[in-house]
Nanobody, 112 residues
Framework: QVQLVESGGGLVQPGGSLRLSCVAS????????MGWYRQAPEKKRELVAV?????HTNYGGSVQGRFTISRDNAKVYLQMDNLKPEDTALYYC????????WGQGTQVTVSS
């Protein structure tokens, strides 16, 4: 089993920044992918960004150039800059090897 604990969500004005953190614990395998997905009300869960244990990254199209994902072993971070109202969603941390795990989610609200 792998446990994921997220932190860093909150309320921010348009154009502002937030940094999300996620710590994975438990049976972590050497080869894995960690990342972030989000789900807004009445919408499907979508990719925000993922990063492999080797540092390779992939971003969803709507956040490219504004968000930056990074990791330090079993910790993954999401730096979100120039936030827009459409970024408002519940953000979920994800860990994946031959298994997949989700965190509980942290709310990000972008509003003036």
């Amino acid at each position: 089993q792998v446990q994921l604990v997220e932190s860093g969500g909150g309320l921010v004005q348009p154009g502002g920044s937030l940094r999300l953190s996620c710590v994975a614990s438990g049976r972590i395998l050497d080869i894995n992918v960690m990342g972030w997905y989000r789900q807004a009300p009445e919408k499907k869960r979508e990719l925000v960004a993922v990063i492999t244990n080797g540092g390779h990254t992939n971003y969803g199209g709507s956040v490219q150039g504004r968000f930056t994902i990074s990791r330090d072993n079993a910790k993954v971070y999401l730096q979100m800059d120039n936030l827009k109202p459409e970024d408002t969603a519940l953000y979920y941390c994800n860990y994946r090897d031959i298994r997949g795990y989700w965190g509980q989610g942290t709310q990000v609200t972008v509003s003036s």
